[in-house]
């Protein structure tokens, strides 16, 4: 008996099981959430034929609820990137400060990016310097890659092809295969397998 296009099809398949790729964004309102959106659709772009992206998303006014800043904080603790998504303010608030050190100190050194996208300034280092240095600081402690943005709103008006993200994109995603602290596909289960 001969075998159907279909079973041959299936069997000359080669499929190629993606690694895991977690990722925790933290954002203060819509336009910090919709730029965090921008470079997190950039990066799913370059990267999703090799990795499967799970992405949980967090608004700093829900981490006042400890329970919600207890998920958030160990979502971060395993993920092989964060991205906080903030205004330029002077100091973190209370819930973002207690929120990163937490999952900052339970950190196991895997290699990891903290990504920092800072509203409101195209000059970051100057505009938000004390929130970068506790920033730094607990990327440092953490034993994670750091690497800042600052862009201007509204977000609405801005045009993807006339941002800087590419140049953020660039950046971070040469050093995201060396990120990957797991080697090993994703663990899959199923009639098949």
């Not at 772009?45 to 949980?56: A, E, I, N, T």
């Not at 967090?58 to 903030?86: G, R, T, Y």
């Not at 310097?129 to 440092?140: D, F, I, K, Q």
């Not at 509204?154 to 990957?180: E, F, M, W």
Request: glycine share 2%; aromatic share 8%; hydrophobic share 45%.
């Amino acid at each position: 008996m001969k075998n159907s296009v279909a079973n041959e099809k299936v069997s000359n398949a080669n499929w190629d099981p993606k690694y895991p790729f977690d990722l925790v964004v933290a954002y203060e309102d819509a336009d910090t959430r919709n730029r965090a959106l921008l470079l997190y659709d950039r990066l799913a772009q370059q990267l999703l034929d090799d990795y499967d992206f799970q992405c949980s998303w967090w608004k700093f006014e829900h981490l006042a609820n400890p329970i919600l800043q207890q998920e958030a904080a160990d979502s971060a603790v395993d993920a092989n990137m964060v991205i906080l998504s903030i205004h330029a303010h002077q100091e973190l608030s209370p819930t973002q400060k207690a929120w990163v050190d937490d999952w900052a100190a339970r950190r196991q050194h895997h290699k990891a990016a903290l990504v920092v996208m800072i509203a409101d300034t195209t000059q970051p280092e100057r505009d938000a310097a004390p929130v970068l240095a506790h920033l730094r600081n607990a990327a440092r402690i953490s034993g994670m890659d750091f690497f800042l943005h600052g862009f201007e709103l509204p977000v609405a008006s801005v045009r993807l092809a006339g941002t800087a993200l590419p140049d953020l994109v660039a950046a971070i995603a040469p050093p995201l295969h060396g990120i990957i602290y797991q080697k090993v596909p994703a663990t899959r289960w199923g009639i098949n397998e």
